[in-house]
């Protein structure tokens, strides 16, 4: 097939069609009520150029302090956007007022992509409330001990795959972050960095991650575009989600017929999906409603997927990375671990309590995840940079320093833990108190057992660089190297012995 040839005409007419449109949604959506302050808007498209694409949640602090608010408003072509700078902001709107803030925008992008029945991306609604239920009953804080036996042959396979090709720390972490998350959901043991399901993960975050902001698409603002020819000029979008909706289909369809096959041959697994398979089963035979469809269970199961696999990895490379530019902090664990375990055992769920500054270390790591990492261009955002990085409640703010949350009677400066790392009110992550779990025992392994250090140059010694973050869309570290050695033969043996 030819390329489609389309007239100067047809383009301006088009053009024109689309000013009008902004125009009337601008004069049709007038409030008698004020908004929030901002910054002044532009006709017709109002924020979408003053708003930076690189690096806005500093730009929104600075806002906050010019105009002397936590709350400000911004408009992009018609969508308002509400920014909460501060806990205070949340804590009132999204947890005490939960039910009047718990909706967000209609993705359409991400649903053409096969993501409509999946609670991240759900609107406040029955459906939404529904996926919610059925998510956190088995990752409740009273139940996620049943995955710690889990987690810890996990992290120790991963931890000992770091000393046998330090070099490719990153393909085993890779492999890590999936295999948790894919056995509590699937029941699937990803023993091997190239396994199947290794790749349907990152074909699927690459897909999602790759498709622009969520509500940000002309797809998003108007939906009848989705019915458009993908070929047409500006539907580049529209294209994107046609062109990989099949990574995301992958991603739920591999899975659940697997799950599916086991059944029919009787295979019993005590999985997320074949809980739900067999209940819905049961009820089919009996003759009782179910109150999910077979859709519900596979959107769900792969949330459990998705969602746990990107958060634990990024988190973890940039605990890696932290470790390495301030060994200070790194030494200043491993001291905490060796007073409390020894050098005869690996640390174990039931000694993660009493380490501290372990966990002061998590809780700075997490909160740097996630300052980078808030969604953007939802109805709301919430600036977590503001929250934890305000110079006038955080003492060097941009410095990644545990130390922080040292209570004053101790010496320290006693700097409030942070607060919303896992989002607030009836939104707030359901897998929370597995995913600290998960990260807490791999912290407290590779600091038992591994030290981290720079890269070799070619001098032969360490050689410090500087490391590069990617400030466009989702934030994170860009790739690096650095070394990984065992800290003694004792803590090699350790670890080639737990597994």
Not at 226 to 250: E, M, T
Not at 351 to 359: A, F, H, P, R, V
Not at 390 to 415: A, M, W
Request: glycine residues 6%; charged residues 20%; proline residues 8%.
């Amino acid at each position: 097939m030819g390329i489609p040839i389309i007239s100067p005409s047809a383009t301006l007419l088009s053009a024109a069609g689309l000013v009008i449109v902004l125009a009337i949604f601008k004069f049709r959506n007038r409030r008698t009520l004020p908004y929030p302050p901002g910054p002044p808007g532009e006709f017709l498209i109002g924020h979408l150029r003053v708003i930076p694409f690189e690096d806005s949640p500093t730009a929104y602090l600075n806002w906050g302090r010019e105009y002397k608010s936590d709350v400000l408003y911004f408009n992009t072509l018609r969508q308002p956007i509400i920014v909460l700078n501060s806990v205070k902001a949340c804590v009132d709107l999204l947890d005490k007022r939960g039910a009047n803030y718990a909706d967000r925008p209609r993705f359409v992008l991400l649903e053409l992509l096969g993501w409509g029945m999946t609670l991240t991306w759900l609107r406040w609604s029955p459906k939404m409330q529904q996926h919610r239920k059925m998510l956190q009953s088995p990752f409740a804080k009273s139940k996620v001990s049943v995955y710690q036996s889990l987690q810890m042959k996990e992290t120790h396979r991963l931890v000992k795959g770091m000393m046998k090709s330090p070099l490719e720390w990153e393909l085993e972490l890779r492999r890590f972050a999936i295999a948790v998350v894919a056995n509590v959901s699937y029941g699937v043991d990803i023993n091997t960095v190239d396994h199947q399901w290794v790749d349907l993960s990152d074909a699927a975050g690459y897909a999602t991650s790759h498709a622009g902001a969520p509500g940000g698409t002309i797809v998003d603002r108007f939906p009848p575009v989705r019915y458009l020819p993908d070929w047409l000029p500006g539907l580049r979008a529209l294209k994107y989600a046609h062109d990989n909706k099949s990574a995301i289909v992958n991603m739920h369809e591999i899975p659940y017929q697997g799950a599916l096959r086991e059944m029919e041959e009787g295979v019993t697994n005590p999985s997320f999906i074949h809980n739900l398979l067999e209940k819905y089963r049961s009820n089919e035979k009996e003759g009782l409603p179910n109150d999910f469809t077979l859709a519900d269970i596979k959107g769900s199961a792969a949330a459990i997927i998705i969602a746990g696999s990107e958060t634990t990895m990024t988190t973890l490379v940039v605990f890696i990375l932290m470790m390495m530019c301030n060994p200070e902090v790194q030494k200043k664990a491993q001291v905490e671990i060796d007073a409390a375990i020894g050098s005869d055992r690996l640390p174990e769920f039931e000694d993660i309590e009493g380490l501290t500054y372990l966990n002061y270390i998590r809780l700075e790591n997490c909160t740097l995840v996630t300052t980078w990492n808030t969604p953007s261009k939802l109805e709301r955002r919430r600036n977590v940079f503001a929250m934890h990085r305000d110079p006038d409640v955080y003492s060097n703010p941009y410095d990644f320093s545990p130390d922080r949350y040292i209570p004053k009677s101790e010496g320290g400066l006693g700097e409030a833990f942070p607060v919303g790392n896992f989002g607030f009110g009836r939104r707030v992550c359901p897998g929370q108190y597995l995913a600290n779990n998960t990260v807490s025992m791999v912290m407290a392994t590779m600091l038992s057992t591994l030290n981290i250090d720079w890269p070799v140059g070619p001098s032969g010694k360490p050689t410090p660089f500087e490391p590069g973050w990617s400030k466009i869309g989702q934030y994170h570290p860009l790739e690096f190297q650095c070394t990984m050695e065992p800290r003694s033969e004792k803590a090699k043996d350790l670890v080639y012995k737990s597994i």
